[in-house]
C-alpha cells in the first residue's frame, strides 16, 4: 500500500512544463519548498532527484504516446506470435517432430522480430528529461526581474536550499562577482595560496634555516643551489629575499 503523500504548511506546487509530448497520465510538479513529485493514476511520489556538482537535479525518462502504425503493427506481430504458439503446442503433443522443430523455429526468428521492432520503436518514443531543481524553483516562483537573468544563484550559497527567498536571477557577470563571497571560494583560495606561497607557520623551514638562507643570498649563492639545499621553490626564496616571508628574521653572521 503506498503512503500517503504529505505536504508542508505552505507548500504550493505547480506543474512543471515538460516541453515535449509526453504520456498523459504522467505529470512533474515542483514545490515552493523546493521538492519535486510526481503525478500519476497510482499516486503522488517525492522525487529525490541526484546530485551534480552540489546542485540538486532530476534525471526523468518518459515515453511519447505510440504512433498508431507503429501499435498496429505491434499488434499484427502479437497476433501472429499467438497463434503460431497455438500450432507449436499442438504439433509438440501430435504432430511430426520435423514440422514441430520447423514450425518452433519460425516462431522463435517472429519473436526476435517483434522484440527487435519494439526496441527500436521505444528509443524512438523516449524522451530523457533533466533539469536543476533550483532553476524550476526559480523559473515557476521568481518572476524575472530583467531580461538578462540568465543564471539563479543561491543567496547563502547553501547548492541545497531551494527555497524562492534564497535564489536570485543574475546575470553571469553578477553571478561571478556574488561567488567572490563564497566561503567555499574563499577557503579554495586560501588552501591554493598556501600552497604555492606558504606562511611561517606551514613552512618546511625554521628559524635557524631562513638565518642560514638569508646569508647565503648575501653571499651571491645561485637561486638552484638554493632551492636543492633547502627544499624550497623559488618563488619562496623571493619573498624572503623580499621581506614578505620571515621579514623579522636577521641573516646568519
Do not use: C
Amino acid at each position: 500500500m503506498q503512503k500517503e503523500f504529505q505536504s508542508f504548511i505552505g507548500e504550493e506546487w505547480k506543474n512543471v512544463d515538460l516541453k515535449s509530448p509526453y504520456v498523459k497520465d504522467y505529470r512533474l510538479e515542483v514545490s515552493n519548498f523546493g521538492r519535486l513529485r510526481s503525478v500519476t493514476p497510482k499516486g503522488l511520489n517525492l522525487l529525490k532527484g541526484s546530485d551534480t556538482n552540489g546542485y540538486r537535479t532530476i534525471r526523468l525518462k518518459l515515453f511519447k504516446p505510440r504512433p498508431e502504425e507503429d501499435q498496429l503493427l505491434l499488434d499484427k506481430y502479437l497476433k501472429e506470435i499467438r497463434d503460431l504458439r497455438k500450432v507449436v503446442r499442438k504439433l509438440e503433443k501430435e504432430g511430426p517432430v520435423s514440422e514441430f522443430n520447423s514450425t518452433q523455429g519460425e516462431l522463435e526468428k517472429l519473436i526476435k522480430k517483434k522484440d527487435k521492432f519494439l526496441k527500436k520503436e521505444t528509443k524512438a518514443r523516449t524522451i530523457y528529461y533533466q533539469a536543476l531543481v533550483h532553476r524550476l524553483v526559480a523559473e515557476y516562483f521568481l518572476p524575472e526581474t530583467h531580461t538578462e537573468g540568465k543564471v539563479v544563484a543561491h543567496l547563502d550559497f547553501n547548492k541545497h536550499n531551494n527555497r524562492p527567498s534564497n535564489l536570485k536571477w543574475m546575470t553571469m557577470e553578477e553571478n561571478i562577482a556574488h561567488q567572490q563571497n563564497s566561503p567555499y571560494v574563499i577557503s579554495d583560495y586560501k588552501k591554493r595560496k598556501d600552497r604555492f606561497f606558504p606562511s611561517e607557520n606551514n613552512s618546511k623551514l625554521t628559524e635557524t634555516k631562513v638565518m642560514y638562507l638569508k646569508k647565503l643570498l648575501n653571499e651571491g649563492k645561485p637561486m638552484k643551489q638554493l632551492v636543492r639545499m633547502f627544499k624550497v621553490t623559488e618563488t619562496q626564496i623571493l619573498r624572503i629575499k623580499r621581506g614578505e616571508n620571515w621579514g623579522r628574521v636577521k641573516a646568519a653572521k
